[in-house]
T-cell receptor, first 114, second 111 residues
Framework: DTGVSQDPRHKITKRGQNVTFRCDPISEHNRLYWYRQTLGQGPEFLTYFQNEAQLEKSRLLSDRFSAERPKGSFSTLEIQRTEQGDSAMYLC????????????FGSGTQLSVL | SQQGEEDPQALSIQEGENATMNCSYKTSINNLQWYRQNSGRGLVHLILIRSNEREKHSGRLRVTLDTSKKSSSLLITASRAADTASYFCATDPYNFNKFYFGSGTKLNVKP
């Protein structure tokens, strides 16, 4: 069990560019979550998957954001035409699919949009 | 918002003192979880308390839950400098294993 890993740890991009982040969950976990966190705030729910199925996408998320989890393993989060307001820490978490299961978080990807 | 809200926003104490932080939430829940986040890192699960439990202990942590007041508290006893972190409560208001986090309490334990 190597834990949840995220790549890259840091990403600096210019406004208008597209960026993609990757998350590798704990292998036996069928739930995978993406959260966004800005300085001084708690994680904000973005979307989550059960295996390869995307269960829900936050209404706060614009169409510039898309996430996939092909084959129910790793997941990618893409942001198109980045804006300065997208600057944040993007956290991935995974869990088993049962009520009350705890989330295991990765270390996050820190995105800075210049 | 279905998020929990922690209180206080920031707390500064001396090593050895106890730290208490509170979480209030808006909807009925099946369970409530507490997480810790060290600066610039991911969150780490601390403890889960179910709606039919009133108190739970784990090492130096004590969590209480009052479903009638929709509130929970986290007590860290005999705090250490290593406890310096942000603490968040998380609720799953719809029992979908979809968790909402509060804005956190930033704890500073001075050596």
């Amino acid at each position: 069990d190597t834990g949840v890993s995220q790549d890259p740890r840091h990403k600096i991009t210019k406004r208008g560019q597209n960026v993609t982040f990757r998350c590798d969950p704990i292998s036996e976990h069928n739930r995978l979550y993406w959260y966004r966190q800005t300085l001084g705030q708690g994680p904000e729910f973005l979307t989550y998957f059960q295996n390869e199925a995307q269960l829900e996408k936050s209404r706060l998320l614009s169409d510039r954001f898309s996430a996939e989890r092909p084959k129910g393993s790793f997941s990618t989060l893409e942001i198109q035409r980045t804006e300065q307001g997208d600057s944040a820490m993007y956290l991935c978490a995974s869990s088993l699919d049962a009520l009350g299961e705890k989330l295991f978080f990765g270390s996050g990807t820190q995105l800075s949009v210049l | 918002s279905q998020q929990g809200e922690e209180d206080p926003q920031a707390l500064s104490i001396q090593e050895g003192e106890n730290a208490t932080m509170n979480c209030s939430y808006k909807t009925s829940i099946n369970n409530l979880q507490w997480y810790r986040q060290n600066s610039g890192r991911g969150l780490v699960h601390l403890i889960l308390i179910r709606s039919n439990e009133r108190e739970k202990h784990s090492g130096r942590l004590r969590v209480t839950l009052d479903t009638s007041k929709k509130s929970s508290s986290l007590l860290i006893t005999a705090s250490r400098a290593a406890d310096t972190a942000s603490y968040f409560c998380a609720t799953d208001p719809y029992n979908f294993n979809k968790f909402y986090f509060g804005s956190g309490t930033k704890l500073n334990v001075k050596p």
